[in-house]
């Protein structure tokens, strides 16, 4: 079983409608023979991989398609945060997504703390972009100093710092820190270092690292191999490509 944890609404000429994203995606889903995946929305009103309203209702009738929200301090937040907490009241949103670094704001930024505490309250993940440029908004230290104050909180950092992946040792001492691969395997031409390293970290943390693509900006079936070229044992396989985002997503 697959479950790609990273995923957004394709973009591009072929699918410029929302209903045509959505066949797109799960187009996609069926070649590469993933069996679930987690749709991120944007933070923004106006976007080409949906805003979080549209995301909802594109998957509202979706049993194997869940939902992730993103929220901005910068677009409409408290009206936002309104909305995420009813759609978690219906279970129409499994996550809270802050893009850290593609925003200027740091992770620990005061005004995030109603974040926090409403994906304490649904105990739902908090998902981070991490890594590129940027990358101080939610470097290690800043994504420590939240894991510490929030120690309930789930936090799962997308990208893993790439292409600094090593960073994530220093966060696996904090139990409630969990890691997307999504947008790793994009670059060949590291491709070896960045297995090595992807290696250390789930055997350092088998039960936190989860299988993301970042679809359609990167390449799902190449991140499928990716971790297919791990050679993992048959446990390690099924816990990062499904078990573990079941877990801290508590899907169905
Ligand atoms: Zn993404």
Redesign the pocket.
Same mark, same amino acid.
């Given at each position: 079983m697959i479950i790609d944890a =990273?995923v =957004?609404l394709p973009i591009g000429k072929d699918c410029d409608i929302l209903c045509r994203k959505r066949e797109k995606l799960l187009q996609e889903l069926a070649r590469n023979h993933i069996d679930g995946c987690i749709v991120?929305s944007d933070s923004c009103m106006e976007s080409d991989i949906g805003n979080l309203n549209e995301c909802v209702e594109l998957f509202r009738e979706s049993v194997n398609v869940n939902v992730v929200g993103g929220i901005s301090p910068y677009f409409e937040f408290q009206t936002q945060l309104r909305k995420i907490r009813n759609y978690l009241d219906e279970k129409l949103v499994v996550g809270i997504k802050l893009y850290t670094g593609h925003e200027a704001f740091y992770l620990s930024d005061e005004r995030l703390k109603d974040v926090y505490e409403l994906a304490q309250q649904y105990d739902v993940p908090v998902l981070f =972009?991490s890594g590129w440029d940027n990358y101080q908004y939610s470097d290690v230290n800043v994504a420590a100093e939240v894991a510490r104050q929030y120690p309930n909180l789930k936090l799962v950092c997308?990208h893993c710092f790439f292409p600094r992946i090593d960073k994530c040792q220093s966060l696996v001492k904090y139990s409630n820190v969990y890691f997307d691969i999504?947008?790793i395997a994009d670059n060949m031409a590291i491709l070896n270092d960045i297995e090595e390293k992807i290696k250390k970290l789930i055997e350092a943390a088998p039960k936190r690292v989860l299988f993301g693509s970042?679809y359609s900006?990167c390449n799902q079936e190449e991140h499928i191999q990716f971790v297919k070229n791990l050679k993992l044992n048959a446990r390690l396989t099924e816990a990062v490509f499904a078990g573990n985002a079941k877990r801290v997503f508590r899907l169905e």
């Amino acid at each position: 079983m697959i479950i790609d944890a =990273h995923v =957004h609404l394709p973009i591009g000429k072929d699918c410029d409608i929302l209903c045509r994203k959505r066949e797109k995606l799960l187009q996609e889903l069926a070649r590469n023979h993933i069996d679930g995946c987690i749709v991120i929305s944007d933070s923004c009103m106006e976007s080409d991989i949906g805003n979080l309203n549209e995301c909802v209702e594109l998957f509202r009738e979706s049993v194997n398609v869940n939902v992730v929200g993103g929220i901005s301090p910068y677009f409409e937040f408290q009206t936002q945060l309104r909305k995420i907490r009813n759609y978690l009241d219906e279970k129409l949103v499994v996550g809270i997504k802050l893009y850290t670094g593609h925003e200027a704001f740091y992770l620990s930024d005061e005004r995030l703390k109603d974040v926090y505490e409403l994906a304490q309250q649904y105990d739902v993940p908090v998902l981070f =972009h991490s890594g590129w440029d940027n990358y101080q908004y939610s470097d290690v230290n800043v994504a420590a100093e939240v894991a510490r104050q929030y120690p309930n909180l789930k936090l799962v950092c997308c990208h893993c710092f790439f292409p600094r992946i090593d960073k994530c040792q220093s966060l696996v001492k904090y139990s409630n820190v969990y890691f997307d691969i999504s947008s790793i395997a994009d670059n060949m031409a590291i491709l070896n270092d960045i297995e090595e390293k992807i290696k250390k970290l789930i055997e350092a943390a088998p039960k936190r690292v989860l299988f993301g693509s970042d679809y359609s900006g990167c390449n799902q079936e190449e991140h499928i191999q990716f971790v297919k070229n791990l050679k993992l044992n048959a446990r390690l396989t099924e816990a990062v490509f499904a078990g573990n985002a079941k877990r801290v997503f508590r899907l169905e």
